[in-house]
């Protein structure tokens, strides 16, 4: 079955929610985003817990736009 938070680490529109108050999910996380716990912190830091916005943090605002191929 597959990882809810990779499904949505892949889907630049999703609005899960990292628990910032769960070391466990925010090192899930971390590893579904392809981040060091460091970097997670950080960017929830600057746009809050939600995944969508984390990913448009972390690519300059481009999460919503890139197209696979």
Partial sequence: ????????????N????V????????AHWAEALGLTTEALESAVKA??????RIKDHLTGGMAGTQQDG
């Fill in 47 to 52: 746009v809050g817990p939600r995944v969508d």
């Fill in 1 to 12: 079955m597959p990882d809810p938070a990779e499904q949505a680490a892949d889907d630049p």
């Fill in 14 to 17: 999703s609005r899960a929610i």
């Fill in 19 to 26: 628990d910032t108050r769960d070391a466990a999910s925010i």
